[in-house]
């Protein structure tokens, strides 16, 4: 494990002042900048997070650093070390294949949901989305791809109404996310993904919660499978923990 601390650069501004004594908020505030750190590459995995430096420049107090650090360690994507301190958790590729298998699980549980609950307006934004994402995979815009494809899918869940849902499926992605961002150098099939973007939605469209769920389940396993044949053949191997 790299022992090397995670030094942030910035102003204390970049949590708003207004929230700094405001219980929950601050520490939701403060759970979010330190999201971001890791799921943009800020904080590689193995990496320590200075807690000290974190509180200066944000200036918030350890209280409230410590128990967005907390959250996040129960969301999985940071690990607590007793007389060592903070470190960003490596998702090896055991515990990747688990996160997407119960990623699926939840889609074809949100497709379902989505026909009872999904309304016209809802449909065209996703349609909207769909649309873009069908313009960026023309213009081989990659990165503006993965934005709009990672926005689509929060959409899904968020219009299934369901807060635990919705909630399990952020810690999953979460993870997922970190996970490619330290061991793919591959975004994987687009063109594939387009054509099962669009299933889901002719599917909604039908208001056909079976065809629906098994869309969105698949999409999810398709992915999964993509995510396989972009890791070189030599990092395949899972062993008994996940790793």
């Not at 099962?196 to 599917?203: L, Y």
Request: net charge neutral.
């Amino acid at each position: 494990m790299e022992n090397r601390n995670v030094v942030i650069a910035g102003p204390a501004e970049s949590v708003n002042p207004i929230d700094r004594d405001a219980g929950p908020t601050l520490v939701f505030a403060i759970e979010k900048l330190l999201l971001d750190l890791i799921l943009t590459g800020g904080a590689p995995a193995g990496r320590k997070l200075n807690e000290n430096e974190l509180a200066r420049k944000w200036g918030v107090s350890r209280t409230a650093l410590r128990e967005a650090v907390r959250r996040l360690e129960q969301a999985g994507l940071v690990t607590i070390i007793q007389n060592r301190g903070v470190f960003v958790r490596r998702i090896g590729l055991g515990e990747a294949l688990g996160l997407f298998d119960v990623h699926a699980g939840l889609a074809r549980t949100a497709g379902r949901l989505l026909c009872n609950h999904i309304t016209a307006s809802q449909l065209t934004e996703l349609e909207t989305l769909h649309l873009e994402m069908v313009a960026a995979k023309d213009n081989f815009e990659s990165d503006k791809y993965y934005l709009i494809n990672a926005q689509f899918h929060d959409m899904l869940m968020k219009y299934t109404r369901n807060i635990r849902l919705i909630a399990f499926h952020e810690m999953i992605s979460n993870g997922l996310q970190t996970f490619r961002l330290h061991n793919l150098q591959s975004g994987g099939q687009i063109e594939a993904s387009v054509r099962e973007h669009g299933k889901i939605i002719d599917a909604l469209k039908e208001r056909n919660p079976e065809k629906a769920a098994q869309a969105f389940e698949q999409h999810v396993l398709a992915g999964k499978q993509r995510m396989l044949d972009a890791i070189p053949a030599d990092s395949l191997t899972v062993d008994t923990e996940g790793n």
